[in-house]
């Protein structure tokens, strides 16, 4: 593994489906994100991650869980998917549990999911 | 409110140069980046400002104005791999980046 990867590419799912999209970096990054990014939108997060066991609530987490058990993996689950959820996802990592500092964000590739 | 404001697309000739402004209020600032991304392809990052003035890199150059809740991307000599989206985005009080909208950038032989 090179960097950060998710996995599916893409699926198509039927509302009220269960769905976990799957993150995982290999840079040793503390930090993990998931952002869902919509047309004419920007990037919005959903759940972070500042370091392995903790993780917290971003702008829209309705709908959505996470878990940080250990450095690398950083699953989303969808637990009943609606057709709102359609959408990219991304999962980001960073050096640190902080942004700031020119810390940068590291994005993986995205899930394209479409909820019908 | 916390809010980033771009405009949502500009049109350049390759070999010219373009300005993308950004403008923000937000809860607090811990700096500002600028992310790269491609259609279809996961943004990429291009510059960080967290003091006021202007950071060079190759063909791309931010600005920030602190003062004034300002920033832009600038970039030169553009070429046809230029065209893409560009992504502001803020650091805030919490730590977490307010991203705007983007700005798609087409690029015109």
């Known amino acids: 593994i090179a960097g950060i990867t998710q996995a599916p590419t893409s699926q198509i799912l039927a509302a009220g489906r269960r769905m976990t999209l799957r993150c995982t970096q290999d840079m040793r990054h503390n930090a993990m994100y998931w952002y869902r990014q919509d047309l004419g939108l920007g990037l919005r997060l959903i759940h972070y991650s500042n370091t392995a066991g903790t993780t917290g609530k971003g702008e829209v987490p309705d709908g959505y869980s996470v878990s940080r058990a250990n450095t690398d993996d950083f699953p989303l689950t969808l637990a009943s998917a609606v057709p709102s959820q359609t959408s990219v996802y991304f999962c980001?990592?960073?050096?640190?549990?902080?942004?700031?500092?020119?810390?940068?964000?590291?994005f993986g590739p995205g899930t394209r999911l479409t909820v019908l | 409110g916390q809010n980033i404001d771009q405009p949502t697309e500009m049109t350049a000739t390759e070999g010219a140069i373009v300005q993308i402004n950004c403008t923000y209020q937000t809860s607090g600032f811990n700096g500002l980046f600028w992310y790269q991304q491609h259609a279809g392809e996961a943004p990429t990052f291009l510059s960080y400002n967290v003091l006021d003035g202007l950071e060079e890199k190759g063909r791309f150059s931010s600005f920030l104005s602190r003062s004034k809740g300002y920033s832009y991307l600038l970039l030169k000599e553009l070429q046809m791999k230029d065209s893409a989206s560009y992504l502001c985005a803020v650091e805030d009080s919490n730590y977490q980046l307010i991203w705007g909208a983007g700005t798609k950038l087409i690029i015109k032989p």
């Open positions: 980001a990592s960073s050096h640190g549990g902080l942004a700031g500092g020119g810390n940068e964000q590291f």
